[in-house]
Structures are given as C-alpha cells and as structure tokens.
C-alpha cells in the first residue's frame, strides 16, 4: 500500500496486466461454458426420459470443461502451447494464424483482452485501490463474460447471473459495497420483477416472448450491486443503447425487425457504466435540463 502511495499509477497498470491475462481467460469461459451446459442438458434429458435412448448406443464423452482439455487449433488440432497463449502478443506475432497450418485465428480473443484490460483499468483509474474496486473489477469479468456469450448464443448462463446476484448482496451485508443490504435487496427484487411483468404483458398482448428470463437475473443482479435507486436509469439506457445498435444492425444487415437479438450486453453496459459514471450522469441531468 506504501508502494501505491508514492507510485499511484501502478494500481491501474497493474489491474490492466492482470485484466489482459483475465480476459484470455474469459475467452475461455464465453467458448467452453455454453458446450457444457449443452452436455449437461442432454445428459440431464437422458436422465429423465431414458426411453429415448432405447436401442441406441451411446458413447461415453471425453472430459470437457474450462481447463480440459488444452486449447487446440480448430483445424489442425495442434496443441495451443504456453508461447502461443500470450494474451495480445502471441496473437500479433503469429499475424493471427495458426504457427502449423497458417489457419486464421479470429480477431475477437485479442479484443477481448484489450476490452478486458481497458475496462479494468478504467476502474482502478476511477476507483481507488480497496475491496470495493476489487469487487468491481470482478464484476466487470463478469459482465464481459455475459455480454459476449449472449451475442453468441442469445443465453445469459445462470452459472454466472446468479453468483453475480449472489455476490452484490453478500458484499451489502459485509458492508464492503456502499449499497445497503436494505436497497441492495429491493433492488434484485425490482430488478427481476420489473422486466418479468414487462415480458409478461408483452406475452399476453402480442402472443410472442419479448425478452429470455436471463434477462430479469441479470437485472437483478445489477439491482444488487448498485441498488434500486439506480435501476430506472440502467433500464433507461439500455433500452436507449438497445434501439439505436437495433436501427443500425438492421440497416447494415437489412435484416427484419421482427428478428430476435440480445438485449443482455445493453444491460450489461449500462450496469457497468452505471457502476462508475451513474451519479454524475444524473446529477448532470438534474442540473442542465431539470435545473435542480
């Protein structure tokens, strides 16, 4: 802590490095955690209904989790070695191509950890060194992780929005968040609630699902961490964000408005942005346009 008190700008170096390795991680997890929870459905399915698998003959799967088995290249299956795993650089000097078969590797696990890394810094610029920035720089992890999983697969996993949820309220209750456990507990109420009675009357005046439940977790895991008090201005703006990336998706992609997409990033975003920026934002509301 002396260290920091001389050399304050190592703190948010020091988080950047580490949200660098993080997010190699999280690319990790956004990949391996929807296959699993896949083969657990199934294993689950087979459990319950064993009759569908009569007369058929089903081969034991190999171990598949966060850290088996060792990444490999999609097309050659050469192993992913220790010097090819370096977050940003192995990916720049190999020119995103496999070192084996020159197979393209995607640009998104670099943005990824450059993503991870700027936003861990941005907390630990804005936030000084305490167990409360530590706790959000994992909540930032976890939305990141949430955010790129939903554009993938439009599934907001309960294996990460219920611990989110979870942690918020058990860091009320420590007193280590200064978020009351009363306004921490109101708020994952009204947070899951107010977007299940939205998707509920949407349901029963059009016919159609409007929204997945990992939406109203997730927004109670947002009420949570950051209270009630903060909700209708999450809400607020990623229904705001939500529409205006909708209009110009569809205008790039020509694609029909009534096709689904993922609202959880929005929320993930406006979570985050209303973790660091949401009292100024509104305090900066109130006196330009409200002049209170």
Not at 15 to 41: C, D, H, K, T
Not at 49 to 74: A, D, V, Y
Not at 205 to 226: H, I, P, R, S, V
């Amino acid at each position: 802590m002396e260290l920091l008190t001389y050399y304050p700008w190592l703190y948010p170096v020091f988080a950047a490095l580490f949200g660098l390795l993080i997010g190699s991680f999280l690319n990790v997890v956004i990949y391996r955690l929807p296959i699993m929870m896949e083969r657990e459905w199934k294993r689950d399915c087979i459990d319950c209904f064993p009759e569908f698998q009569q007369g058929k003959t089903t081969e034991e799967q190999p171990t598949f989790n966060l850290s088996i088995p060792r990444s490999r290249c999609p097309k050659c299956n050469a192993l992913i070695t220790a010097k090819d795993n370096i977050p940003v650089l192995s990916w720049l000097w190999l020119k995103g191509r496999c070192r084996h078969c020159q197979h393209p590797i995607s640009a998104r696990y670099p943005l990824v950890e450059l993503l991870t890394a700027a936003m861990v810094a941005t907390v630990a610029l804005l936030l000084p060194l305490s167990e409360w920035s530590v706790a959000v720089i994992f909540f930032t992890f976890t939305l990141i992780a949430l955010t790129f999983i939903d554009i993938d697969k439009m599934l907001l996993p309960d294996q990460l929005t219920l611990p989110l949820m979870w942690a918020g309220l058990l860091l009320a209750v420590l007193g280590v968040s200064p978020v009351s456990i009363e306004d921490a507990l109101i708020g994952a109420m009204f947070g899951y609630l107010s977007l299940w009675s939205l998707y509920w009357c949407f349901k029963l005046l059009t016919g159609k699902e409007g929204m997945g439940y990992g939406d109203f977790k997730l927004l109670a895991a947002l009420g949570a961490w950051l209270g009630w008090q903060s909700l209708p201005f999450v809400i607020l703006l990623s229904s705001l964000i939500g529409a205006i990336c909708g209009i110009i998706l569809m205008r790039i992609q020509k694609s029909d408005t009534q096709a689904p997409f993922s609202f959880g990033p929005y929320l993930a975003l406006a979570g985050w942005v209303s973790m660091l920026w949401g009292t100024q934002i509104i305090d900066w509301y109130l006196t330009s346009y409200l002049g209170l």
